[in-house]
């Protein structure tokens, strides 16, 4: 029987960029460090995460340079509310959805693009984004996960909606490499209760348990996935897997949505490994929290007393 261990790698067979993608890859490999004993305490947690790093983010070409990585700490207080940002306009259609797949670093759902059916403007938006994809960081334990976080609290997981700028660029492929040529809705998830629509994913992830697996999940709304509440954080990023290119603007909702433990659980039943390959599980697939420098993070809201976590 095969013994199961946490670690992987893996670069998407879609990708445009195979040879920069490859070399960042091919060259982070490594044995991963056991997590400590899971903590409530925040500085515990952070530590643990840190200790918990997926060997694509442990060799020297996992820091690109550059003066605007993702995913960063952002900070509350010290966001500025900007009143010209308006509500995001989110307009997805489910039939645009194809297929649900392994990457061997993380699960993705893929749409089509070829038209404006699917996508976003409006808010720091100037043109519109068509959706690409939507997929899922998260960790070994409840205890962390996201890649994002707030005030240095760490969620169990994250989503991000991918777009790129259609009027801009030809394709996905251009967009990633141009400036403003992405856009990322991100979203936080909270151990809570049970979400319905994420189920519809979670019942077709044991179809697609080992690398570059792929399955259909017929027509599905990825606008169910957005919190209620569409206050938002935005700043100027990057993608947070290879090949890290300084292309993204990031919209990080407020309020995160809340999942069941056991949705979560199934997560990590997925795999880094191919079959027949020595089994890996898919867990703590998020990029280390990146130094904010001299950006500033904008936000759609006042800031209250109230805090960010519901």
């Not at 997926?54 to 340079?65: F, T, Y």
């Amino acid at each position: 029987m095969l013994r199961t261990s946490i670690w992987g790698r893996k670069y998407p067979k879609s990708s445009g960029f195979t040879v920069l993608v490859k070399q960042v890859w091919g060259t982070l490999r490594g044995h991963l460090l056991r997590p400590e004993r899971p903590c409530s305490q925040r500085p515990c947690a952070r530590r643990n995460r840190n200790n918990a790093l997926h060997p694509l983010w442990k060799g020297p070409a996992s820091v690109p340079g550059g003066t605007r990585q993702s995913p960063i700490n952002i900070c509350w207080r010290d966001s500025v509310y900007d009143p010209q940002l308006q509500p995001l306009q989110v307009s997805y259609e489910a039939a645009a959805c194809l297929y649900v797949w392994n990457t061997g670093y993380l699960f993705q759902v893929e749409f089509d693009d070829a038209t404006e059916g699917s996508g976003i403007s409006g808010g720091p938006l100037e043109n519109h984004y068509r959706l690409k994809q939507f997929h899922f960081h998260w960790g070994a334990v409840n205890e962390w996960g996201s890649e994002h976080t707030v005030d240095d609290h760490v969620y169990p997981a994250e989503l991000h909606l991918v777009h790129w700028n259609s009027v801009k660029y030809q394709n996905y492929k251009e967009a990633v490499l141009g400036e403003n040529g992405l856009a990322v809705i991100g979203v936080f998830l909270k151990l809570g209760a049970h979400h319905e629509a994420l189920q519809k994913l979670v019942e077709v992830l044991p179809e697609i348990k080992h690398k570059d697996a792929r399955a259909t999940v017929g027509p599905f709304q990825p606008s169910c996935l957005l919190p209620t509440c569409r206050d938002y954080w935005t700043y100027p990023g990057s993608l947070t897997t290879p090949p890290l290119t300084e292309s993204v603007t990031w919209i990080i909702q407020k309020k995160p949505i809340e999942v069941a433990a056991n949705q979560l659980a199934a997560f990590r039943t997925l795999l880094f490994s191919a079959l027949g390959e020595e089994e890996k599980t898919m867990v703590n697939n998020y990029r280390p929290i990146q130094p904010l420098m001299n950006r500033k993070v904008h936000s759609s809201f006042q800031a209250t007393e109230e805090g960010t976590r519901s």
